[in-house]
């Protein structure tokens, strides 16, 4: 009596890549990898020329606060407004707000009429921007991707994420020795474009599912936040990873650019710092999420 082999389904055989598949997937990423490639690029050159222009570290502190509090102080909300609005449109207004920062960037830098005002005006609309984007599309990949795909999906978007961290400041680096600062961070305002033309010609709300989303006339608030700590409490994998993301010093690493600006050598050892620190931080994510589900 023989026996035939059975080769494994395709989904088991690449179950890593699964959501690549999608097309509609796939430009996504692209187009998210290139906004947040962008967004690293003009810190590169906005961070450099505000410090050689002003060497104010008080300006340089700022320049992280108003980065990072409108996540802070946002994020929630704006999850709650991707749940009931189109999320294309949210990203429209992101990505018009990021690349009026860029232009306004180079018009100053370009008439060399830079001022403070102008860089807290600048460095303010981006955090918003950065918050306008981010809740929105962690809804869209529920949206556009299958319920099996989704974990796929999820390591694919983390995945291009850091290489975005890494490849943002070296060609941030790389624009602004070869084409100088106003040039550059013009330049970088066509890097938006992507996600704009993906937002435009996809069919994708965030909500077509009935997984992605809230259904319509249904608002969520700090209930649901309690609740869904309540869930979270249960798992030692959200908490292991919540907890080193939060320990990972890759966070430091926009003052530490600050602080390193002064001559290009030490720009050089900001970035690979960065880099390094951008490389670990998945890796060492991944270990203790697996140690974690040992448990």
Request: hydrophobic share 50%.
């Amino acid at each position: 009596m023989t026996t035939t082999a059975v080769d494994p389904p395709p989904a088991a055989r690449s179950a890593s890549f699964a959501a690549f598949a999608n097309p509609s997937f796939r430009s996504f990423t692209v187009a998210g990898a290139l906004w947040l490639m962008a967004d690293n690029i003009e810190h590169v050159i906005s961070y450099w020329v505000i410090f050689d222009k002003f060497d104010s570290p008080m300006l340089g502190g700022y320049a992280v606060i108003s980065h990072w509090m409108p996540y802070l102080l946002l994020a929630t909300y704006m999850g709650g407004v991707a749940d009931r609005v189109d999320c294309r449109k949210l990203f429209l207004a992101s990505m018009g707000l990021f690349m009026f920062v860029s232009l306004g960037w180079a018009f100053v830098f370009w008439t060399d009429t830079v001022a403070v005002w102008h860089a807290a005006l600048f460095l303010t609309l981006h955090g918003l921007a950065g918050v306008l984007f981010t809740p929105a599309s962690q809804l869209m990949i529920h949206d556009i991707v299958k319920p099996q795909e989704l974990t796929s999906a999820v390591r694919l978007t983390a995945t291009s994420r850091q290489v975005s961290l890494i490849g943002g400041p070296a060609i941030g680096g790389l624009m602004l020795l070869f084409l100088g600062p106003a040039a550059g961070i013009a330049l970088n305002a066509a890097i938006y474009l992507p996600m704009v033309i993906w937002s435009l010609r996809e069919p994708y709300t965030g909500h077509s599912h009935n997984s992605a989303g809230t259904a319509p006339g249904v608002r969520r608030g700090f209930g649901a936040i309690i609740h869904a700590i309540g869930d979270a409490r249960q798992s030692r994998t959200v908490w292991g990873m919540i907890i080193l993301v939060g320990l990972t010093p890759s966070r430091s690493a926009a003052p530490t650019r600050l602080r390193c600006q002064s001559s290009p050598s030490r720009w050089a050892r900001a970035m690979a710092c960065c880099t390094r620190c951008c490389c670990w931080r998945p890796v060492s994510v991944r270990s203790v999420a697996a140690w974690c589900r040992r448990r």
